[in-house]
């Protein structure tokens, strides 16, 4: 799961122009990624224990806020990932 997001992250993360069928594909997979994120949000908390480091849950967890985050960089993605109710709460 964490390679795929990475792969996620480098095609986001292109500079490249997009045309408006990728866009519509990425805000499909932006609510996805908000989905997942909001529903495992709370892996991340399991850091804090020495003993749960290599938690699985918590790095997808974090690599999804990351894939998220990256989309933010693109205004018509953050238009759309501002809209996503909970989001922003969840994040905090």
Do not use: Y
Not at 6 to 34: C, Q, W, Y
Not at 53 to 64: F, G, N, Y
Not at 81 to 90: C, H, R, V, Y
Request: net charge negative.
């Amino acid at each position: 799961r964490v390679t795929l997001l990475e792969l996620i992250m480098a095609t986001v993360s292109e500079k490249n122009p997009v045309s408006s069928e990728e866009m519509n594909v990425f805000m499909r997979h932006a609510d996805f990624l908000a989905v997942c994120f909001q529903e495992k949000c709370e892996a991340v908390l399991k850091l804090t224990s020495a003993a749960d480091a290599e938690d699985e849950e918590a790095l997808v967890t974090i690599r999804l806020l990351d894939v998220l985050c990256e989309m933010t960089s693109n205004n018509g993605q953050l238009e759309h990932l501002q809209a996503l109710p909970g989001l922003l709460e969840t994040a905090i």
